[in-house]
T-cell receptor, first 114, second 114 residues
Framework: AQTVTQSQPEMSVQEAETVTLSCTYD???????LFWYKQPPSRQMILVIRQEAYKQQNATENRFSVNFQKAAKSFSLKISDSQLGDAAMYFC???????????FGTGTRLQVFP | DAGITQSPRHKVTETGTPVTLRCHQTENHRYMYWYRQDPGHGLRLIHY???????DKGEVSDGYSVSRSKTEDFLLTLESATSSQTSVYFC?????????????FGPGTRLTVT
């Protein structure tokens, strides 16, 4: 069975600085997708970024980028130029290419200080 | 927000009472999901549906049932609520985004069982 591990329950960053959130996963499959979701205090789950396992190039969405290391089964999220609005829970998630079910990590709470 | 609403948004109920949560979507998505979110566990899949009257169990289905009599509505029922079912419940749909499917979430329902 696939598992997703987020080993950092909490992280903090100064406004305008860069922070990296870690995620590792375990799978025997070669074709899959990885996601980062953001959950602000409003509780809404917001998709931040997606990575296809078959793509070597790391995904980027504005200030958000990932470092995808397939051999190491690592999928970290880098937030550049952190803003107060980035404060939230961040969840890493895995989906096999052969199913539609998401498997989530336990989340990392990010605090942003002015 | 993918046109997903959940009702009620908050509910307090007593142990042993039946509870039904409703998920409504306006964009005719075929795939729908119910998750629960608990501290230390992230989001876990309860039940899912691939279409009208086509449902199946997820990772944590014990104590829950679902029904989908119309494409737009996916109901989650707790037949006899227990304190262990106190949680935040999220509905999600799966929609095609580019070359793959992504899940989009409703606003969540906070359920407290006393």
């Amino acid at each position: 069975a696939q598992t997703v591990t987020q080993s950092q329950p909490e992280m903090s960053v100064q406004e305008a600085e860069t922070v990296t959130l870690s995620c590792t996963y375990d799978t025997s499959e070669s074709d899959y997708y990885l996601f980062w979701y953001k959950q602000p205090p409003s509780r809404q789950m917001i998709l931040v970024i997606r990575q296809e396992a078959y793509k070597q190039q790391n995904a980027t969405e504005n200030r958000f980028s990932v470092n995808f290391q397939k051999a190491a089964k690592s999928f970290s999220l880098k937030i550049s130029d952190s803003q107060l609005g980035d404060a939230a829970m961040y969840f890493c998630a895995y989906r096999s290419a052969y199913t539609d079910k998401l498997i989530f990590g336990t989340g990392t709470r990010l605090q942003v200080f002015p | 927000d993918a046109g997903i609403t959940q009702s009620p948004r908050h509910k307090v109920t007593e142990t042993g009472t039946p509870v039904t949560l409703r998920c409504h979507q306006t964009e005719n998505h075929r795939y729908m999901y119910w998750y629960r979110q608990d501290p230390g566990h992230g989001l876990r899949l309860i039940h899912y549906s691939y279409g009208v009257k086509d449902t199946d169990k997820g990772e944590v289905s014990d104590g829950y049932s679902v029904s989908r009599s119309k494409t737009e509505d996916f109901l989650l029922t707790l037949e006899s609520a227990t304190s262990s079912q106190t949680s935040v419940y999220f509905c999600a749909i799966s929609a095609l985004a580019g070359s793959s499917y992504e899940q989009y979430f409703g606003p969540g329902t906070r359920l407290t069982v006393t």
